[in-house]
């Protein structure tokens, strides 16, 4: 692929923008088709009945704002409950999952074997699981060894409670080197599970300065920082997300240099933004191809209540 502005690192990056079937999205720009995985299965809290979420999740997909999901994730200790309801419901397409990885490593086959057998119901598009403290080369080999390579190795390094670990940067610059796709884990039911701006902008900067994607999990529940008044924890948003990686992607070094403080400061200010509409006005100024890079490197974020995430797009004017 050879457009022409758009820097050669990026080239193959941007056909992964997400599309449904290659087509245009109606009503969905871009910068936000099938950016949704419904994380329904995988929230922290009560287990989801399986029925509910599927039901939920077919409704969605039929619904206004469909064209903003993504794939389901389902955790792989569920996937024969969740074909079994698949089964019964019978979509009129094949569904996009995602599996979450929450029985080992030595599960992921059989895992895959299952839904290539039941490709008239379901897609697999990525796997997800977490890394151990250390992440190791010889873990991340296991890795593409149980993984194959049509399907996306999404991993998430271990990062302590403490914000501004070494460690856990080091962990996410050999996840990248080693070619999977990092995540960044955005919240949960405790406040450390919430990174702090500086571990999140040295993440992006990091990805930024990579040429990878990413994929940013549970947490976004709301377009701008905000701090949730039922638990007091400190909330990111999708939006300051999107903006942050559009600036970082912007003064993004190459492949290889070192990351500037200049870099990590601009994209600490838009994770640090609290007017939803200001940071929607700087993504409604972006033009197609800065989406396209912006999505070439954000390829998804999991929410767990996608409807409302929908709502508040169109309500700030970006869908």
Known sequence: MDEPGVPARYRALVSTVPQAGGAPVDGVPTLLARILDD???????????????????????????????????VPVSRLQEFVAELVKRRPSAPLPVALSVDTGLGGVPKALSLTSSRAAL?????????????????????????????????????????DGSDDWIDGVRRVVGHGCRP????????????????????????????????????????????????????????????VAVTRA?????????DVSDELVEDVRDALEATDADALAREMGSVDERTAMQVRAHLSSFGSTAPADQGAEMARLGLV
């Open 39 to 73: 994380a329904a299965l995988v929230s922290p809290g009560p287990r989801r009945e399986m029925a509910d979420v599927v039901g939920a999740h077919l409704d969605a997909r039929a619904g206004e704002h469909g064209g903003l999901l993504g794939s389901l994730v």
């Open 249 to 257: 992607l912007r003064a993004a070094p190459e492949e290889g240099s």
């Open 122 to 162: 379901l897609t697999t598009g990525t796997v997800e699981m977490p890394a151990p403290h250390d992440v190791d080369s010889i873990w991340l080999e296991r890795v593409t060894e149980f993984v194959p390579d049509e399907v996306v190795a999404v991993v998430e390094p271990r990062r302590p409670d403490a």
């Open 183 to 242: 995540k960044l884990r955005c919240g949960g039911d405790r406040a450390g599970a919430f990174p702090g701006v500086t571990d999140v902008s040295r993440f992006l900067a990091v990805v930024a300065a990579s040429g990878r994607s990413f994929t940013a999990s549970i947490g976004l529940q709301s377009a701008a920082r905000h701090v949730d008044p039922a638990t007091g924890f400190d909330h990111h948003g999708w939006l300051n997300l999107l």
